[in-house]
């Protein structure tokens, strides 16, 4: 009969140390949320824009490009920054005036290059640390016939335009952010 009664008191005792701790958990502060490199990030999306190829005098083709950009929350958060501007910028400057892409050597294109000098230059730009990734969305090339042909709404049968990248899938482009 005792052993019976001290297993109910020993029963009882476990239960309540277990309730105890378990409200005491549910009701405890959240923690503060991680400072990972992820939640210091946020993500400025890049607008789609047309860079003219000339060549002999005379243009002949397009790029078409959109680039976003990770920078940091706590330096862009204040900032009034004509970021959408200085993207433009930085595309025609790198496009034209540097000549990173030669649609004559696509295979020799270094989209890492190509997002490593657009983050140095962006960064020296905005005098800081602000661009953390670029991400390449769309890095395309339309010839000058192809444009025309589709201006003037010719059945004419055209090519593609020649993807100079690939767009990364929301999937690659989170993985990549994590990194």
């Known amino acids: 009969m005792v052993k ?6 020993w029963v009882c005792v476990i239960t309540l140390a277990s309730v105890y701790f378990s409200v005491k958990m549910a009701t405890a502060p959240a923690a503060p949320a991680d400072s990972s490199k992820e ?11 047309t860079v003219p190829i000339i060549g002999n005098g005379a243009i002949t083709g397009y790029f078409l490009g959109r680039v976003s ?37 696509l295979k020799s294109f270094d989209p890492q ?10 960064n020296e730009k905005l005098g800081g640390d602000y661009v953390s990734e670029v991400i390449l969305e769309q890095l395309e090339y339309l010839s000058k ?3 025309k042909a589709n201006a003037s709404g010719q059945q004419q049968k055209t090519g ?4 100079i990248i690939d767009a ?4 690659a482009a989170a993985a990549a952010a994590a990194h």
């Open 39 to 49: 939640s210091q990030l946020e993500l400025v999306k890049g607008e789609t824009i």
């Open 168 to 171: 990364p899938s929301p999937a």
């Open 113 to 122: 290059a190509f997002r490593d000098a657009i983050k140095k230059d962006m």
């Open 160 to 163: 593609n335009p020649i993807k």
């Open 145 to 147: 016939e192809e444009v």
């Open 4 to 9: 019976l009664v001290l297993t109910g008191i």
């Open 69 to 105: 950009y990770m920078m940091n929350k706590d330096t862009v958060k204040g900032a009034t920054l004509p970021l959408t501007e200085m993207t433009t910028d930085e595309l025609f400057t790198l496009l034209m005036g540097n000549k990173m892409v030669d649609i004559s050597k």
